[in-house]
T-cell receptor, first 111, second 112 residues
Framework: LAKTTQPISMDSYEGQEVNITCSHN???????ITWYQQFPSQGPRFIIQ???TKVTNEVASLFIPADRKSSTLSLPRVSLSDTAVYYC????????????FGGGTRVLVKP | DVKVTQSSRYLVKRTGEKVFLECVQD?????MFWYRQDPGLGLRLIYF???????EKGDIPEGYSVSREKKERFSLILESASTNQTSMYLC???????????FGPGTRLTVL
């Protein structure tokens, strides 16, 4: 399983775009990149998954450069309710049963 | 929507007690997982199961056991609870592979 490194915390303000970068230098060819969001006293919730280039859904975008050694989760126009911990995970089909959640990035959105 | 439910949101037990945490999912998922979450340590995998009666150890299985007699139900058992097992316990399920994991609301267990 590729090890991931992400910032411990980030502060932002309502209406701003938040970008969280995750480093995964030893990502393997078959690995996908997945991001989860966790609110206090709740289980993590899947946000987005990608393999390369850019993926966008209704809540976020995921940017993956050509070398795939990092990825950036982009949250457009955040609101107070986006205050949460965000986790970056890397793995493939074979590793799917042994996901490792690191410490995540604690995002605080201020009014 | 996939629903993963856990038997209790909060639980208080005494040292040495046998503790059962139950998890049920309603989407016929193959794989089910038990994690514990502690401040500063993220989520750590305790056990997972990829089929009925099948189980594999995760990263921190010591002091725990599991049971999966039916596809929809995965139980975590603390044979003799200890204070260092005070934690938030999260159950998850997934259809398989590196696909989205669906988490339950968690059980906050306190062992006195």
């Amino acid at each position: 399983l590729a090890k991931t490194t992400q910032p411990i915390s980030m502060d932002s303000y309502e209406g701003q775009e938040v970008n969280i970068t995750c480093s995964h230098n030893n990502i393997a060819t078959n690995d996908y990149i997945t991001w989860y969001q966790q609110f206090p006293s709740q289980g993590p919730r899947f946000i987005i998954q990608g393999y390369k280039t850019k993926v966008t859904n209704e809540v976020a975008s995921l940017f993956i450069p050509a070398d795939r050694k990092s990825s950036t989760l982009s949250l457009p126009r955040v609101s107070l309710s986006d205050t949460a911990v965000y986790y970056c995970l890397v793995g493939d089909e074979a590793a799917g049963n042994k996901l490792t959640f690191g410490g995540g990035t604690r995002v605080l959105v201020k009014p | 929507d996939v629903k993963v439910t856990q038997s209790s949101r909060y639980l208080v037990k005494r040292t040495g007690e046998k503790v059962f945490l139950e998890c049920v999912q309603d989407m016929d998922h193959e794989n089910m997982f038990w994690y514990r979450q502690d401040p500063g340590l993220g989520l750590r995998l305790i056990y997972f199961s990829y089929d009925v009666k099948m189980k594999e150890k995760g990263d921190i299985p010591e002091g725990y056991s599991v049971s999966r007699e039916k596809k929809e139900r995965f139980s975590l058992i603390l044979e003799s609870a200890s204070t260092n097992q005070t934690s938030m316990y999260l159950c998850a399920s997934t259809p398989g592979g590196f696909s989205e994991q669906f988490f339950g609301p968690g059980t906050r267990l306190t062992v006195l």
